[in-house]
């Protein structure tokens, strides 16, 4: 990440939530916390109180894990998200919500627990289409000609259900952020 020192960002009145977390150690580098905090939050000025990391594997039951990440984002008052970021794996799915599964359908909850996700490691927390589309603006930011197919069913309307993509938009803006090999497939 390069940020300019010019940088419009004021980092320090920005809270991070994360749209979802592989339920491992926290020491692991399989943990999105620990990606995103390398590659960028270690090289800004965000107030470490204001990153809200999902728990780990180390807090225990990840049911539990799930109520209290919900749990503090009502405590925190996170009723509307500015921005959502968010990538697409090659099936379609967003954050931890893959298709097929029944968390897609959950609309009464904030996060959820997950325990048998069709990618490693099985075990996982993810806010729901009701918490990701608290939103202002979804930003999609996909890469790769494996995800060409993905993106083209996406746009193309599929249903939630077989591409969770189509499931998150914001209420002003949805935007896509593609590489030339992720919009292959697209029309025009």
Request: glycine share 8%; proline share 7%; net charge negative.
């Amino acid at each position: 990440v390069r940020l300019t020192p010019t940088s419009a960002v004021d980092w320090s009145r920005v809270d991070v939530w994360w749209g979802d977390e592989r339920f491992v150690p926290a020491e692991s580098s399989d943990r999105n916390a620990r990606q995103a905090t390398e590659a960028l939050l270690d090289h800004v000025d965000v107030d470490p109180r204001r990153v809200h990391e999902m728990p780990s594997s180390d807090s225990g039951d990840l049911t539990r894990a799930a109520a209290a990440y919900a749990a503090e984002m009502r405590a925190d008052g996170a009723g509307m998200f500015d921005v959502v970021l968010l990538g697409v794996g090659p099936d379609g799915h967003v954050a931890s919500l893959f298709p097929g599964q029944p968390t897609l359908d959950v609309d009464d909850d904030i996060a959820v627990s997950i325990r048998n996700s069709p990618k490693p490691p099985p075990q996982r927390i993810s806010l729901t289409f009701a918490a990701l589309n608290r939103t202002r603006a979804t930003w999609f930011l996909v890469s790769g000609a494996g995800k060409a197919d993905a993106v083209a069913r996406a746009h193309g309307g599929a249903d939630v259900h077989e591409v969770p993509a189509t499931g998150a938009h914001g209420s002003e803006e949805t935007v896509w952020f593609l590489d030339e090999a992720a919009a292959a497939q697209l029309p025009g």
